[in-house]
Nanobody, 122 residues
Framework: QVHLVESGGGLVQAGGSLRLSCAAS????????MGWYRQAPGKERELVAA???????NYADSVKGRFTISRNNAENAMYLQMNSLKPEDTAVYYC????????????????WGQGTQVTVSS
């Protein structure tokens, strides 16, 4: 019943910017931690940025100072503003969230979006 959908990926030149969005929908009671991950061909999926319910953030060293994660709890949405993009940022970016489902037990689960491609050309 719960789905995450990413959008905003695309092709951009080095030094450019993109803004990724993640929208959660379904029977949601609340969303706990959220984060953006990325995976390039032949590489492991890595955490790019994470944000807590209260807004505390953590970033991978490789993106500090360039990327900004944010969330809108009222709209069950999360964003990743990516500036000064580099070719090494090229990857599929995934939205991840721990969500408390609005069912009889109010169970929490981890959900993943389908991913959005970000390609940075030199």
């Amino acid at each position: 019943q719960v789905h995450l959908v990413e959008s905003g990926g695309g092709l951009v030149q080095a030094g450019g910017s993109l803004r990724l969005s993640c929208a959660a929908s379904g029977s949601i009671f609340s969303i706990n931690g959220m984060g953006w991950y990325r995976q390039a061909p032949g590489k492991e999926r890595e955490l790019v940025a994470a944000i807590s319910t209260g807004g505390s953030t953590n970033y991978a060293d490789s993106v500090k100072g360039r990327f900004t994660i944010s969330r809108n709890n009222a709209e069950n949405a999360m964003y990743l503003q990516m500036n000064s993009l580099k070719p090494e940022d090229t990857a599929v970016y995934y939205c991840n969230a721990e969500i408390v489902v609005a069912n009889l037990k109010y169970e929490h689960y981890t959900y993943w979006g389908q991913g959005t491609q970000v390609t940075v050309s030199s």
